[in-house]
T-cell receptor, first 113, second 116 residues
Framework: AQSVTQPDIHITVSEGASLELRCNYS??????LFWYVQSPGQGLQLLLK??????LVQGIKGFEAEFKRSQSSFNLRKPSVHWSDAAEYFC???????????FGTGTRLQVFP | GAGVSQSPRYKVTKRGQDVALRCDPI?????LYWYRQALGQGPEFLTY????????KSGLPNDRFSAERPEGSISTLTIQRTEQRDSAMYRC??????????????FGEGSWLTVV
């Protein structure tokens, strides 16, 4: 069955530090992969997505993610975190030929000054 | 509208009551989705529509849950005889066209349902 694992429930970083949020998926075919962010009082916002081609994907707000097929991973990175990045981040896999997204349980990011 | 609009944003209801949650998608969006998100979990797919046709309702947990989109725009998710386990955030989303997950899906802010 398809699934998404985000091993880190909660991460704390200092402002200006680099960030990597982990995501592993289980899916038999080539996945469509997404990262969404949920800020307090906001809806889910798409940060970036991967369908095919270049395995390094650039997104909004300075985020990027790298698809590694051999590791079934799609980790999210940012070189320098800002206090406004504090939020909950969700990784999701889209099932081929359907419109469903399977989400991970999320990683809550705290940023200290 | 500018984004996906959901109402009510917060709903507290007594166990056994029926609840209707409304979703107004982005204007012109063909596909509309309902997800449920329990505390500490990621969103979980419930159902989706293309225009007024319900394409997939495999995620609806039981027959107390139903959804409709009669004119291909606004959608209502109805929960009958609510139970405490129904307490969650219900998220609506829409996308421009249904050609698989290649579309960007835009989510609303959600409706928080608490059943007491």
């Amino acid at each position: 069955a398809q699934s998404v694992t985000q091993p880190d429930i909660h991460i704390t970083v200092s402002e200006g530090a680099s960030l990597e949020l982990r995501c592993n998926y289980s899916y038999g075919a080539t996945p469509y992969l997404f990262w969404y962010v949920q800020s307090p009082g906001q809806g889910l916002q798409l940060l970036l997505k991967y369908f095919s081609g270049d395995t390094l994907v650039q997104g909004i707000k300075g985020f990027e993610a790298e698809f590694k097929r051999s590791q079934s991973s799609f980790n999210l990175r940012k070189p320098s975190v800002h206090w406004s990045d504090a939020a909950e981040y969700f990784c999701a896999v889209g099932l081929y030929n359907t419109d469903k997204l399977i989400f991970g349980t999320g990683t809550r990011l705290q940023v200290f000054p | 509208g500018a984004g996906v609009s959901q109402s009510p944003r917060y709903k507290v209801t007594k166990r056994g009551q029926d609840v209707a949650l409304r979703c107004d998608p982005i204007s012109g969006h063909v596909s509309l989705y309902w997800y449920r998100q329990a505390l500490g979990q990621g969103p979980e797919f419930l159902t989706y529509f293309n225009y007024e046709a319900q394409q997939d309702k495999s995620g609806l947990p039981n027959d107390r849950f139903s959804a409709e989109r009669p004119e291909g725009s606004i959608s209502t998710l109805t929960i009958q005889r609510t139970e405490q386990r129904d307490s969650a955030m219900y998220r609506c989303a829409s996308s421009l066209a249904s050609t698989g997950p290649g579309n960007t899906i835009y989510f609303g802010e959600g409706s928080w349902l608490t059943v007491v």
